[in-house]
């Protein structure tokens, strides 16, 4: 079953029960809009398309239904010698600071409620698609995430053929995991963020290391993919920038500025030939009536 999201909102919309984000606790059900706009990139023009967000009191088993559909974007056939990704991004988390959100990282966090209906939501909207690998962080926030999406193939049959990639895991904060930002230092946080690898924590990751590996797992899976073909990659916030800021001429010093949403889908096509890289969108977020998630310290 195939509906628009406007009409998968309209059947969730008439319930009493709100879901409250396990991660942050929103205090009203108004309406939330988060517009995005058009960005002009100097390799070529990436379309970032509407996303509403709304809170709202649904009954989220309608996104159990493995049957349903989200629409979005339109996306041109994949071109002679290309292969296409999609970049998804896990759900919320819980975050193990509690109230007082820390970073992260690698550490193997557990969606929240919301997260998990987030991803429920992605798979959704990647029903559409017949996609030859579905590729995953080891961590479970992102095989959760995978697992869902493989649920709605129709051209894929079972857990097994998730392949994990140990270069897609979340970026390594190493000494900075269970410290809130302000216990680390926005001035020290700033100077990480544009690649001052003098202040890398003590056993963890920069940039450059994090980029590096990530893209050579991008390149695996790539092998894995038949020209014409398209795959999919559930990781994390950092390791999809990498691969966006590859695509999009980013520079390592600024990629921490790229907005990736969680749970959303960015899409890329490889041409095999020449190497050129297009991004039809993204950090898109297909509207499934949910509540926006709380995206703090990773």
Known sequence: ??????????????????????????????????????????????HMPTTRLFSTGLDTSILDDISITLEGPELPPIAAGSKRLFLVRHGEVINPGGDKPVYYGCQDVKLSPLGELEAKAAGAYLKQFNLQTIASSPLTRAKFGAKEILLRQDNLMNEQEIQPFEGFTEMDRGAWCGLTIDEIGKDMMARFDKCDESVTPEGGENYPGLKQRVLAARDELLALTDEGNASAVVSHLQVTRSMLSDAMDVSVTDMSTLKVATASASVVDYDTATGTQTVHFQSFKPEAGLQKSFDGAN
Do not use: E, G
């Not at 942050?24 to 990436?46: C, G, H, K, M, P």
């Open 1 to 46: 079953m195939k509906l628009a999201s406007s009409s998968l909102f309209s059947l969730l919309v008439n319930t009493s029960k709100p879901l409250v984000s396990s991660a942050y606790a929103a205090s009203s059900l108004n309406t939330a809009f988060s517009r995005t706009s058009f960005l002009v990139n100097r390799r070529q023009q990436i």
